[in-house]
Each structure stands twice: as structure tokens, then as C-alpha cells.
């Protein structure tokens, strides 16, 4: 009886191999132009016919290869990357699995010229379904010129899978933008059916190389650089008033490598939620240095995942990247100074008039906790001269909800409770992090029957609330009582509060779980502690609101992602009343 199992010809392996490494001719061009970066090129051409079914073609001005290497380099198996176990840990290149090249053959016809500088002539290598049909010499630049042409001619199940031309051209300048992305030292140029859809120049600099490959895409984004552990992180995340409806630009470079990481995606995502609205996404390009131990690039044939050594201060380190970065920006310019006053009307004269939900959050929160400096007394401001471009003309409250004010370029609008949610967050934060925030205890506690999946989010980020002044018990069944409430929330509405804590509270299993339970039920707080739309302010009132906008960080969004203040430019009232 014969036996059933067979050790496979080395061309199956082969097109199996292929099948881990090269998905689509994007994955052939992503090895190849890998495989230029390591051998030191500073220019890359990467040309596509048919979305690079018929034809790819990338040439670089690397070190080349002298005869020997230009045979061996098609064998599964051999590189030049790593010698030993040892190796495999502290990986520098982008190969190193010796795959690609016999796994691209495997599938193809492809040609392969190369020459070092030492060298009088180039080798020529034509190979057919991972077969070498032809070895030569040719005359040739230093460097190394690799053609892939006919891809899977020689499996058709994989060739019917691939989708029109202009699907995988996409997905061939989409893998050539994340690369150029990640080396701005080295010139690209990607042309596809003899258009040239990508040119960018070798630059020093990471803003350049973003404006060259992404466009408009790669302008107006907010710079932040974060270093701790021996990690570093740096690159741009849009400003809040800037987001899209997917994640498909937030993109991650590690070590040089473009990756995906969910971890990372988690840390980005989870700090811009303070800025922005649940269903939008951040704009965000992030280059981090780990050292090469310290990060496992060896998970994926293709090596488009990492695994982190320590992926809990990676996360952290990146979140608070992102979380500087948001914080210093502002969408209008809040002067110290008071709005400027009809002359007619002095604001020390309303001092008296100051409403409670406005001031006795202030009161409440001696020493200005966490670095946020209180609000001035407004009975000891007169008013101070600004310059034009500095100043805000409070011109009135509309609908008693939002607050106008004339800039020297347009007209700026204000959502007061937007605006003093984040102040009044931040203060919260502040006190929550250096000593905890004041609590009233009830005689009385008051009961609240919350629903089972409500209680139990509650009950697991007991603790932390009870660092913000929530203090709760079981009190039988789904039903909690209630011991104490922080004090700017001593007169609102226990049930309801209890219910929008419980709704925000993230799940427990996340990495920064005991961190955002703090923030979405401070920003809870924040909510309900906060002046109301609908709710009248006097002038005192509005200036101490833009006070103490100008020494809030964040302020240009509420805790929740909204925005805290719009500008009308002038240009587009005079356009839109024809005055243009």
C-alpha cells in the first residue's frame, strides 16, 4: 500500500509560499521596493502596467549584486539580513524572511538586472514560474532593476481573483504613499500606465513629505513629539473641527515599518474621543522608535503587524502624544483680556449680578487645582486696550444659548454650554488628580434602580467615582443608594446623572479602562454642572467665560467632541451679500 503523505515539490512550496506573501501585484511591489530601501537606494521608480497585472517594474540606485547573490537571492530561504536566532530579535531591515523573491518568481516571469559598483557588468537573470531559464551580462547603472511581468500566469484561481485595473493601481499608489510616508530621506515616483501619479522628492523634512504624497490631505495637521521609556513618538493628528467618517488615516509607522496595529488605533482613537464626536475619526500619521528588541515584527509573512514588548506603555505613550497635541489647539484666539464693553456700561457694575451656575463651580474649587488658573474676580477687572486682531466685540446672546462676539476678520459664536463644560472638565480633571474633587454627603441616600448591564458598569468603576465624590452602595436587586454626590452636582438630578455615568463607561477589558471611566464621568459631571443652552448670561458673565476659555487647554471643543466656537469670516458675509 502506497504511503499518503508526500513531501511536496519545491514548486508547490513555492506557490504556496506565494500565496502568504504576494496577495495582489501591491504585494508585489511592496517586497520589491522593501527589498530597495535595505539595499541603501535613495531613489526608488516604481512603474505599473494593468494595475500591474501585465507589467512591474522598479528600479533603485542601491549597492546591487554581484553574480553569486543575484542566483541565490531567488532561492527560498536566503538573505543577507540575518545569520542567526539572535538576528531574528532585533530586526533593522524590512526582510529578512528570504521569501519574497522565489514566492514573486513563483508566480511570474520575471526579470532581474543588477550591478554593484565594483562591478564592469550587470547580471541579467530571466526566470519563468520560479524556473531560471537564462543568466547573462548586460551593461547596466549601479543598482538593481527587478520586472515582474504576467503575474500569476501559472495559477489562475489566484488571477481571476484579482479586480479591475484601476482597483489594484489603487492599491498599488496606496502601498507606495504609506512607504514613502515612512522614508521622507529616500525619492519616490510611482507612474501607472505611463502617468506619473506619485513624485516626491528626497526631504528632510516629515511636513514636506506629507504635503508631497497626501496633498491638501497632508496640510493644517497638529504636530506633537512625546518621548518616554526609551519610546519615542512624533508626527501630526488633525484639529478637532477636521475629521473623517473612517479610520483609513490613521496610520502607523513603526521603526520605520508601515503597520497595523490595533493597539495603537486604541491609544489614538480613545484620546481624540475627548475632542470629537463618537462616529468620526481623527486624521493621524505616527512614527514611533522602539528599540528593535523590543518590538516582534516576525507575526506576519508579509509583516504588516508588530507585537509590542511592553504594549501598555506604548499605548500610554501615544495617547498622551495625541492628547498635547489636541489640547494646545485652538480654533479662535481667546485674549486674556475682557471682551471689549460698550463704554457705557462698566463690568464691575454686574459683579453682584453674577449667576450661581456660572460661579459656584469657581467657589467651590479653591487653588485653582491641576494648573488651571481661577477666574479673575470680574469686581477688580476694568477694561484693557488689546489690539484689533486680539479683541472679541460681544455683540449679544442668541437664543439664549449662544454668545456673539465681532472679531477684526468676521464674527465669532460661541456655545456657552459647550464652552463651560471643558472649563469646568478641566478644573474637574485637575482636582481628581491631585487630591480628589469635594463631596457632599446626603443625610439621606437616595435610591436609583438601574437597569442589570447600567448597575454593572457602575459597579465596576466604583473606585474610580468615588475619586470624583459618587459614592454609591448595593442596596438589593439592580438597585444602588447613592451616599454622596460631588458638590457642583448637589442640586441636579441623581437618576438621570446615574444613567448618563452608567451609558458613557467605557468596557473594563479595554487598556486604559480605569482612564476613560475617569474622563467620560468627569465629562459627565462637567455636563450637568455646566451653564445651559437656553439659559440667559450677563455681560460679567460672558467675560468671565472667555477668561477662563484663554487659561483652559482643549478649549476649542466640549469634553465630547463639540465644537466650542465657530468663525464667519468676513470674506464670506461680504460674499454671501454680494459686496464681492
Known amino acids: ?14 506557490q504556496i509560499a506565494a500565496g502568504e506573501v504576494v496577495e495582489r501585484p501591491s504585494s508585489v511591489v511592496k517586497e520589491l521596493v522593501e527589498n530597495a530601501l535595505d539595499a541603501g537606494s535613495r531613489e526608488v521608480r516604481v512603474e505599473t502596467q494593468e494595475g500591474g497585472r501585465g507589467l512591474i517594474r522598479v528600479a533603485d540606485d542601491g549597492e546591487g549584486m554581484g553574480r553569486e547573490d543575484a542566483l541565490a537571492c531567488l532561492s527560498r530561504y536566503a538573505t543577507s539580513k540575518i545569520r542567526d536566532l539572535s538576528d531574528l530579535h532585533r530586526v533593522h531591515t524590512y526582510g529578512f524572511r528570504g521569501e519574497a523573491l522565489p514566492s514573486i518568481a513563483s508566480v511570474s516571469r520575471l526579470g532581474l ?8 557588468t550587470a547580471t541579467e537573470i530571466r526566470a519563468e514560474g520560479g524556473k531560471i531559464e537564462r543568466v547573462g551580462q548586460a551593461g547596466a547603472p549601479n543598482g538593481t532593476l527587478v520586472e515582474v511581468s504576467d503575474l500569476f500566469f501559472n495559477t489562475p484561481a489566484r488571477l ?5 485595473s484601476t482597483v489594484e493601481s489603487s492599491h498599488v499608489t496606496e502601498v507606495m504613499e504609506q512607504i514613502a510616508l515612512a522614508r521622507p530621506e529616500v525619492g519616490f515616483s510611482l507612474v501607472q500606465g505611463g502617468r506619473t501619479v506619485l513624485e516626491a522628492p528626497p526631504t528632510a523634512s516629515l511636513a514636506s513629505r506629507m504635503t508631497d504624497v497626501l496633498g491638501p490631505e497632508g496640510s493644517g495637521l497638529l504636530p506633537l513629539e512625546w518621548e518616554a521609556w526609551g519610546i519615542r513618538a512624533e508626527g501630526f493628528v488633525s484639529p478637532p473641527e477636521r475629521t473623517l467618517a473612517s479610520s483609513k488615516l490613521v496610520q502607523f509607522f513603526v521603526n520605520r515599518r508601515p503597520v497595523r496595529d490595533r ?12 475632542f470629537i464626536p463618537q462616529d468620526r475619526f481623527p486624521v493621524a500619521f505616527l512614527y514611533i522608535e522602539v528599540p528593535p528588541d523590543a518590538v516582534d515584527v516576525n507575526v506576519h509573512p508579509a509583516k504588516r503587524e508588530v507585537r509590542f514588548r511592553d504594549a501598555r506603555a506604548v499605548h500610554e505613550l501615544v495617547r498622551q502624544a495625541i ?8 480654533p479662535v484666539s481667546f485674549p486674556a483680556t475682557q471682551a471689549r464693553a460698550d463704554p ?17 463651580f ?8 491641576g494648573g488651571i488658573r481661577e477666574a479673575p474676580s470680574i469686581s477688580n477687572q476694568t477694561p484693557v486696550a488689546s489690539t484689533p486682531h486680539e479683541a472679541l466685540r460681544f455683540l449679544g446672546q442668541s437664543h439664549e444659548t449662544y454668545l456673539v462676539f465681532q472679531a477684526e476678520d468676521g464674527i465669532v459664536i460661541i456655545d456657552q454650554h459647550a464652552a463651560h463644560e471643558r472649563i469646568t472638565f478641566e478644573r474637574l480633571r485637575g482636582q481628581a488628580r491631585t487630591g480628589g474633587i469635594p463631596a457632599q454627603r446626603l443625610l439621606v441616600p437616595r435610591t436609583v434602580d438601574l437597569s442589570p448591564a447600567r448597575r454593572a458598569r457602575l459597579e465596576v468603576c466604583r473606585d474610580a467615582l468615588a475619586s470624583l465624590g459618587l459614592e454609591f452602595e448595593p442596596f438589593g436587586g439592580n438597585t444602588v443608594a447613592v451616599k454622596s454626590l460631588p458638590v457642583p452636582l448637589t442640586g441636579t438630578r441623581v437618576e438621570a446623572l446615574l444613567v448618563a455615568l452608567a451609558d458613557d463607561l467605557p468596557d473594563s477589558g479595554e487598556p486604559d479602562a480605569l482612564d476613560r471611566a475617569l474622563d467620560r464621568a468627569l465629562a459627565t459631571v462637567a455636563c450637568h454642572a455646566s451653564v445651559r443652552a437656553g439659559q440667559h448670561l450677563e455681560r460679567a458673565e460672558v467675560e468671565a467665560l472667555l477668561a477662563s476659555m484663554d487659561e483652559t487647554p482643549g478649549a476649542g471643543t466640549c469634553p465630547h467632541g463639540r465644537p466650542v466656537a465657530i ?6 458675509l461680504e460674499r454671501m451679500f454680494r459686496r464681492t
Not at 538586472?113 to 564592469?120: I, L, P
Not at 469657581?362 to 487645582?369: I, L, V
Open 567 to 572: 468663525r464667519l469670516p468676513l470674506s464670506d
Open 344 to 360: 457705557s456700561e462698566r463690568p464691575h457694575d454686574h459683579a453682584e449680578r453674577v449667576q450661581e451656575s456660572l460661579e459656584r
Open 263 to 274: 493597539t495603537l488605533h486604541h491609544a489614538v482613537v480613545s484620546a481624540a474621543r475627548e
Open 160 to 164: 481571476k481573483f484579482l479586480k479591475r
Open 113 to 120: 538586472m543588477t550591478k554593484r559598483s565594483e562591478d564592469a
Open 1 to 14: 500500500m502506497s504511503s499518503k503523505i508526500l513531501v511536496l515539490p519545491e514548486k508547490l512550496v513555492n
Open 362 to 369: 469657581f467657589r467651590s474649587t479653591p487653588g485653582g487645582a
Open 323 to 330: 492628547l498635547d497635541a489636541l489640547r494646545r489647539w485652538t
